[in-house]
């Protein structure tokens, strides 16, 4: 497992990771009526593809702690693994808050945050075009991307929308 930080390494941006990057979808994410940020799916293959590089992007609508993005996606990471019998343990449970600190950054209104699949390896973090994470985990991955892809999620209507199944 390798986890490297944006000084370490170059970047040309999120969709250097995901050519062609094409939409296949986008939807709101609301709590309590209020959008906390927009997401659009970009991958290289549509439909979406198992073994084909994608980008998730989130642009918030809201101010966001990076402790609070860690801590939300990481319980969502633990109720889906739950729900699917694959419940992470507590030090993997560490090990992914550990990423995510370092992948993440607090966010404002307008400020993006763009998650890279890479198939076989892991996942590489964006704030805006600026590399902040590669880490070499696939089931950290698998975990993460969940949140917005598993069956299981808690938007489902916006899973819909992000795989290109409705409008």
Do not use: H, N
Request: charged share 20%.
């Amino acid at each position: 497992m390798t986890i490297l930080c944006a000084p370490v390494l170059a970047a040309a941006g999120w969709r250097a990771d995901v050519q062609p990057a094409r939409l296949s979808g986008e939807g709101e994410f609301r709590v309590f009526g209020f959008r906390l940020y927009t997401a659009q799916l970009w991958s290289a293959r549509l439909p979406l593809a198992p073994q084909a590089p994608f980008a998730l992007q989130l642009t918030y609508d809201r101010s966001i702690k990076r402790e609070r993005l860690v801590e939300t996606s990481l319980d969502e990471m633990k109720r889906i693994g739950s729900a699917g019998g694959t419940a992470p343990g507590p030090q993997q449970l560490e090990r992914w808050r550990a990423y995510m600190a370092l992948a993440f950054v607090d966010v404002r209104p307008g400020d993006t945050l763009t998650g890279v699949f890479v198939p076989g390896k892991g996942v590489r973090f964006y704030a805006g075009e600026q590399l902040t994470a590669d880490i070499d985990d696939p089931d950290f991955a698998q975990a993460f991307f969940s949140i917005w892809l598993d069956p299981a999620t808690r938007a489902p209507a916006l899973r819909q929308r992000l795989l290109g199944l409705t409008r």
